[in-house]
């Protein structure tokens, strides 16, 4: 896969509606995708999965997973004057709400702004409103609005999607569909090849929520090794907590997560001339391997993250490198497992 089909593949996904528990979008996009690599991709209770490589039981059964849903907002009312009150999905920070468009996804989707005093008018008290205040405005009355909007329909941010300068590439939602994007490009690599694993994917909902969709789809396929692929922060890449943009995946060390198959990760990495990165976690990780670990009896588990500038806002921003080198990590570390 080329790095420019790589952008085109990332941002078909960024645009895709897909707060947490409303995924069918993506879910559907991401089947399609995925389908090319493995012919018996389906939905499956919310989540995507598919499987190819050694069909063999006896097999060490490897599960990729990269969770579909993003942050955003549900309609939690329509006022008699024509505003939406909203509630938030996932973790947000009000502070960068104000005179934001959003994307409403009623019986169409419809766009509005996140209404804000001018800052003449605002005292510092209410700079910073709190949930119950923000009103997104979309120019339709009361009447017109509650023919297309209903409470409970998702919202999310409408951000700019696409390259910046130096290989950066910035959208809503690459939280965590780079993820998604990095594992598509290592089936690219592999698909064609006699792997002495078995690969199943799990594009997994509701991460941002409650993480149901890994806890269902890993007890669903009981791996032996799952490796959660995900975001984290890009910083100046001086501290083991950050990661520094374009300088490859983050390979991750934890008390809940697998000693070994982490090592084994920074080993692939220096064998194939990756670039790799250390993210070091005191406790549990805040992703899904936190779920794979203790599914069923256990697997082995393993964090690899791509450094991400802005989390959970509309600006989010990545180095295209990352996704493609997080990728062929994940092609070496699949081509290196041979069953005993």
């Keep these: 896969m080329t790095k420019k089909n790589l952008r085109k593949l990332l941002a078909r996904f960024c645009k895709a509606n897909g707060i947490s528990g409303d995924e069918s979008e993506i879910a559907a996009l991401a089947c399609e995708k995925l389908r090319k690599y493995c012919p018996d991709a389906r939905i499956e ?64 989707n419809i766009y ?27 120019g339709y009355n009361a009447t017109e609005l509650r023919e297309i909007v209903s409470v409970g329909d998702s919202v999310t941010f409408s ?7 130096g290989g950066r590439f910035s959208s809503p939602a690459l939280d965590d569909r780079s993820g998604m994007a990095a594992i598509l490009y290592a089936l690219d690599e592999i698909w064609q090849e006699e792997l002495d694993c078995k690969v199943t994917v799990l594009f997994s909902n509701r991460e941002e929520v409650n993480g149901c969709g890994a806890k269902t789809g890993c ?6 090794i799952a490796i959660a692929v995900d975001v984290s922060f890009a910083g100046d890449g001086k501290l083991c907590k950050t990661g520094k943009s374009g300088g490859g995946a983050m390979i991750g060390f934890s008390p809940s997560l697998d000693r070994g198959l982490s090592q084994e990760f920074v080993a692939d990495a220096i064998h194939a001339g990756l670039p790799y990165q250390y993210e070091v976690m005191n406790g549990r ?14 697997a082995e588990t393993c964090t690899i993250s791509l450094p991400l500038y802005y989390m959970h806002t509309p600006v989010e921003t990545i ?11 994940l092609a070496e570390f699949l081509r290196r497992i041979v069953n005993n």
């Design 45 to 108: 209770n919310g989540n995507v999965i598919g499987s190819l490589g050694n069909q063999n039981p006896n097999a060490w059964h490897v599960l990729l997973d990269a969770h579909m849903d993003r942050v955003g907002l549900i309609v939690t009312s329509i006022t008699d004057d024509g505003f939406l009150t909203v509630g938030n999905v996932g973790g947000l920070d009000r502070r960068w709400f104000p005179a934001q468009r959003v994307c409403i996804h009623g019986t169409k």
């Design 112 to 138: 509005g702004i996140i209404s804000t005093l001018p800052p003449h008018l605002a005292s510092d008290e209410e700079k910073v409103q709190k949930m119950e205040q923000i009103r997104i405005d979309t």
């Design 159 to 165: 951000g700019f999607t696409g390259e910046l300068a």
């Design 219 to 224: 007890f669903a396929i009981n791996p032996d």
């Design 285 to 298: 990780t805040g992703t899904n391997a936190d779920d794979f670990a203790v599914c069923r009896d256990g």
């Design 319 to 329: 180095d295209i490198n990352d996704v493609r080198d997080t990728g062929k990590l």
